[in-house]
């Protein structure tokens, strides 16, 4: 939430000195709690490490011992275990109808009040009724947001009159890097299958 008003006041005509007591809230050391933990998930895990975070997760089939103590990541069977223990609840999850609304009004109620929930998923996963209502209440102290429904939101839409809301375009694979890769990716997928070869990313194996 610092980011966008932080910058605002760096370049702002009005900025005539910074605020001392103008405080964060510090990722090192907390907990954070990664709800879906496939390939992008434990690579959020593995960055998260490195800032020696807590690192809860909940997926339908837990990890592999091995990768779990390679990332330091605990195992929660029950999402609310992880909801009620978290700092920071982060969504990597598919859309599918058991997602559909994940992330409602009772599971806002049991995160902390100083909680941030972030969501690189789909924007579905989260009834959004529910989170303006958390974010306006303090029911949860932030949201940061690569996704909504729809996309863009209307223009009048109430999540973007909060402050404790950061939005971004649906950009988390925006590099020109990740497009490339995902081309080269798609291709070869396509070169297999007119090839009569085994497709290297297949989405529903047989």
């Known amino acids: ?47 998260a490490r490195a800032f020696n975070m807590r690192i809860l997760y909940h997926n339908r089939n837990r990890r592999r011992k091995e990768e779990e103590e390679a990332v330091g990541a605990h195992y929660c069977a029950k999402m609310e275990d992880l909801l009620r223990q978290s700092d920071f609840v982060m969504l990597v999850v598919n859309l599918t109808p058991e997602t559909h609304k994940l992330i409602g009004k009772k599971e806002l109620g049991l995160m902390k009040p100083t909680a941030t929930l972030i969501n690189i998923s789909r924007g579905a996963v989260i009834d959004q009724d529910a989170l303006v209502e958390a974010l306006q209440n303090k029911v949860i102290r932030a949201a940061a947001l690569d996704v909504t429904y729809p996309e863009p939101l209307p223009r009048d ?47 529903f194996p047989k």
């Open 1 to 47: 939430m610092y980011l966008p008003a932080g910058c605002q006041i760096a370049v702002s005509p009005d900025t005539k000195y910074f605020a001392v007591d103008w405080l964060g809230v510090e990722v090192t050391r907390a907990t954070l709690g990664i709800i879906g933990m496939g390939s992008i998930g434990y690579k959020v895990a593995q960055r």
């Open 157 to 203: 839409h109430p999540l973007l009159n909060l402050n404790n809301v950061i939005i971004t375009p649906h950009i988390g694979t925006a590099t020109v890097q990740a497009i490339r890769m995902m081309a080269e990716e798609a291709i070869a997928n396509m070169l297999a299958v007119l090839n009569g070869q085994p497709i290297p990313s297949e989405v």
